[in-house]
């Protein structure tokens, strides 16, 4: 699989096909040998992303026009770690939970680190470590979860169009009109066939 050369992505954002087994959620799960999922990839499963500078997002251009352009008008911050998040073991174990939203889930991590699994189109996992810098949108529709690494810790900008809806549909939920569509604009479709165009 092609890994493009020097995008500067690649310094805040890795992907991998993950392992089978059940040890804590928050190791690595590379396989053995490790199988790297290139960028590309994941933007052919609707997942796009974007590297912006995180000490500078209250003035950051780049984050205003991204925003501009896709229409973020909403926006917050979520702490994830044992002293900042009430209920914080419950609420660990549900992000775990494999489950998809009627809209985007947009995260821009300016602190920490995390792990956003998302499955392909053979559903087998891929990891998305996501570190201080990255910005990825998770589509409407894909079935996906998210942990913290064994840092513990993450702060993220949470993004929306609108008033933000963050309701979970856990799996399975192949009936909702969102998922019909991710599976037609995504797993239907031809590898090679890009839908999204991640720099645009
Ligand atoms: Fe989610």
């Known amino acids: 699989m092609g890994v493009p050369f020097n995008d500067p992505r690649e310094e805040v954002i890795e992907a991998w096909y993950m392992d089978d087994n059940d040890e804590d959620q928050r190791l690595s ?22 590297r912006l500078n995180a000490d500078n997002y209250e003035t950051d251009q780049d984050l205003k026009k991204i925003r501009e352009e896709r229409g973020y008008s909403y926006m917050d911050f979520c702490e994830v770690c044992p002293e900042k998040l009430p209920n914080y073991e419950e609420k660990i174990k549900n992000f775990f939970e494999e489950h998809l939203h009627t809209d985007e889930e947009i995260r821009y991590c300016v602190a920490g680190s995390g792990y956003f ?10 990891r998305v470590w996501v570190k201080k810098g990255a910005m990825i949108v998770l589509p409407a529709g894909i079935y996906h979860r998210f ?14 169009v609108g008033d933000p809806v963050w309701t979970p549909f856990n799996r399975p939920h192949d009936h909702l009109p969102a998922r019909e569509e991710y599976i037609k604009g995504f797993v239907m479709k031809e590898v090679g066939d890009h839908a999204v165009n991640a720099a645009a």
Do not use: C, Q
Not at 117 to 126: E, L, P, S, T
Not at 147 to 160: Q, S
């Open 29 to 50: 799960h590379h396989r053995e040998p490790k199988e790297y999922v290139s960028l590309d990839h994941l933007s052919e499963l609707g997942v796009i992303s974007w």
């Open 117 to 126: 699994d998302v499955r392909d189109r053979n559903d087998k996992w891929i």
């Open 147 to 160: 942990t913290l690494d064994t840092n513990n810790y993450i702060k993220a900008m949470r993004l929306f």
